[in-house]
């Protein structure tokens, strides 16, 4: 297929906000936005679109106007999609893609680096046999980017290895120790190194024989002026555990120094240069244990004398950081059931509030003060915002706005032994004294998550637009609370979580509008594991759908990809009996008398598929009455991982999901009719 780059007069043809939430496909198919830069005076953004059978969401990369004005442009246009724009020193966009180069220099189906310049076709830069992604870019126009080669391999002979392999049909991966997964992908199979791409693309590996393990998940920065790396290197260590330190690596000599060596309490991650050199932030997170949790701290340290300072973010739990100049940190994250920007002093670590009542990410400091981010709640998918210094903000056109929605948004809370638990509500717009709403109760995962902002996967308004009230709280250990709320109900207690959430859930149900005879209760991942258990301490719901929940601790702790911290936290079920005996679901069994629908991907290595299938199992086999008659269902997803990420399959989930709610709580046809294939 040819590729073909529009010019950038060329005009978006999405203007009008979505409104029609009867239709969960067309809401899947939304331009959504993952990130947004400023390129000089330029704003930059990637916008995902679903293909045309739902199969994939590729991007492409937008202009948006600063001004706020003109409508939004695309400038690139390719069936494999652009991603990662960032600005080049030369006024030029770096992106990745899998785009095939009409030269013939890239690497068929593998990632590479291209070059958008202001006018006229996007070019390669670089690319290798298995794939590149960009990191960081130097102030000369040098970059940072990871690739992969087959295990002791080279980038010189890795393109004929792979051709080997691949013809041989060969898959079988040598394991010398933990971990072997993670989330959705194998770790063995491949080694990831950093390499350094001059401005004419020339490719250096830095990190030559490293290995399967010290840069699987590394997260690195260049210097400014090129000569260093920082990264998190991971090494292994005794009990199937590992540890991250950060490294510092010398671009000119390779020689590797450690910065900070991780022990049994703290490590490393996320290092990120200032502008000019002299500091890095970086984050120091805690390991947790039976009695606390994880704690990340961001931390600035001033390389030429070794000063550290530790940043005080409050209750903010930080995601996503971006220096605006040499002592300016901005910072954003989860706070109080929804998010902030905090300006950070690199200098002296205090702080101030930029922007709030809203979920931020993708950070890029725009000039004068200024800072582009992708701003979100509940009601509002992420959106592009210019924040001026004074805290204003201007939403930047761009395509997938959402217009009116079908009910409306609350914040609401109850106290729970002196500790107020809030949560969102929402209530369709017919609901009222004499037509009272059924009512969804839905639990997030993690533990450590918020309800917060936009979600395409759990979209509350395709519910409401049914007419379903949906109640979403923040219970114990919700990020955006600080310390003591990300420690309330450790190590992962369901009692006081579901004693939290049932006591808001009491809380709403006073209100005339709402039906507390008419209830369904859903969850994923910790959500998930929290619905299977409230499946066996409760017959108040009508309906519970469970996805990628955890059924069986003894097995899941062992089977997970991070069954290292599982296993330091919760211990062997030997050590801990009384904990498994009355948190882990399985021991339930019997008492289940709710009908549960089980939603589950197959290469789900978070929570393996195999404790669906037990749970399955265990409800099918247990199941007194006829099977005709047996009111559970499974919806095995085989080619989705932890998240429904497919379009179409999502458009499945969702039916499957309201129609079994329905069947249930509203006497509605069965569920079965729902599945179309």
């Known amino acids: 297929m040819t590729t073909t780059d529009t010019d950038p007069t060329t005009p978006s043809a999405h203007s009008e906000p979505f409104t029609d939430f009867a239709d969960p496909e067309a809401l899947l198919r939304l331009p959504r936005l993952t990130s947004v830069t400023a390129a000089g005076e330029r704003v930059i953004a990637a916008i995902q679109e679903a293909d045309e059978h739902g199969a994939r969401t590729p991007s492409a990369l937008w202009e948006l106007d600063p001004a706020g004005i003109a409508p939004a442009r695309r400038l690139t246009r390719s069936e494999k999609g652009e991603n990662g724009p960032r600005p080049s020193p030369d006024g030029a966009v770096l992106f990745t893609s899998s785009r095939p180069d009409p030269a013939g220099g890239s690497v068929e189906d593998k990632t590479a680096i291209w070059r958008l310049p202001t006018s006229g076709e996007a070019e390669l830069v670089a690319a290798a046999p298995g794939g590149l992604s960009l990191l960081a870019i130097a102030q000369d126009g040098t970059m940072l980017a990871a690739t992969s080669v087959l295990p002791g391999g080279t980038l010189d002979d890795d393109a004929e290895r792979r051709s080997a392999r691949k013809d041989a049909r060969r898959t079988a991966i040598w394991h010398t120790g933990m971990p072997i997964r993670q989330w959705d992908h194998e770790i063995g199979d491949e080694e990831r190194h950093l390499v350094l791409i001059s401005p004419a693309g020339e490719l250096t590996d830095l990190t030559p024989g490293v290995g399967t393990v010290a840069l699987a998940s590394a997260s690195a920065d260049l210097s400014p002026d090129a000569h260093i790396v920082a990264t998190s290197w991971t090494r292994r260590v005794s009990g199937g555990e590992t540890r991250s330190d950060l490294v510092m690596l010398d671009v000119a000599t390779d020689e590797r120094t450690v910065l900070l060596r991780a022990d049994d309490e703290v490590q490393y991650s996320t290092p990120s240069f200032s502008p000019d050199g002299q500091r890095l932030a970086l984050l120091c997170s805690t390991l947790s244990t039976p009695s606390d949790t994880s704690y990340t701290r961001l931390q600035i340290r001033t390389l030429a004398s070794g000063e550290m300072i530790t940043v005080d973010l409050g209750d903010l739990t930080l995601s996503d950081l971006e220096w605006s100049d040499p002592t300016t940190l901005l910072v954003a994250g989860d706070l109080h059931s929804s998010g902030a920007v905090l300006i950070v002093d690199a200098a002296t670590g205090s702080t101030r509030t930029l922007a709030s009542n809203g979920v931020f990410s993708s950070l890029s400091a725009a000039g004068d003060g200024t800072v582009l981010a992708l701003r979100s709640d509940v009601g509002t998918p992420p959106r592009p915002v210019l924040i001026g210094a004074d805290g204003t903000m201007t939403e930047l056109p761009a395509p997938g706005a959402i ?68 109640l979403m709280p923040d219970p114990a250990m919700s990020t955006g609370y600080g310390d003591a709320g990300l420690n309330r109900g450790w190590p992962r207690r369901p009692d006081i979580v579901f004693r939290e959430c049932e006591t808001l859930l009491d809380a ?170």
């Not at 997030?444 to 379903?468: D, F, I, K, M, T």
């Not at 330091?568 to 019997?590: C, K, L, M, N, Q």
Request: glycine share 8%; with cysteine.
């Open 508 to 677: 709403v149900l006073e209100r005339d509008e709402l039906d507390g005879t008419r209830t369904a209760m859903m969850g994923a991942s910790f959500g998930g594991f929290m619905a299977n258990w409230i499946a066996g301490h409760t017959d108040r719901f009508d309906a519970i759908v469970s996805h990628a929940g955890l059924w069986a601790l003894p097995q899941q702790h062992r089977t997970t990809d991070a069954a290292a911290s599982k296993m330091r936290v919760h211990r062997h079920e030997d050590e801990a009996p009384g904990w498994y005996r009355a948190f882990s679901p399985h021991y339930s069994i019997t008492e289940i008398t709710t009908p549960m629908l089980i939603t589950h991907g197959n290469r789900d290595y978070r929570v393996p598929v195999s404790e669906a299938l037990r749970l399955w199992w265990d409800l099918v086999s247990t199941w007194a009455g006829e099977p005709e008659d047996m009111p559970h269902r499974f919806l095995q997803l085989t080619s989705e991982n932890h998240w429904v990420l497919t379009p179409a399959n999502a458009v499945v989930w969702n039916r499957a999901v309201l129609a079994f709610c329905e069947q249930h709580a509203l006497d509605g046809p069965s569920a079965d009719e729902a599945i179309s294939w």
């Open 403 to 470: 217009g009116a929605l079908p009910g409306t948004l609350e914040f609401v809370s109850a106290d729970v032994d002196g500790i107020e638990v809030g949560g969102w509500l929402c209530v369709p717009s017919g609901a009222s004294a004499t037509e009272p709403a059924p009512v969804m109760l839905w639990i997030h995962g993690g533990p450590h998550g918020s309800y917060n902002a936009w979600s395409w996967r759990w979209c509350p308004w395709l519910a409401v637009e049914r007419g379903w009230a949906v």
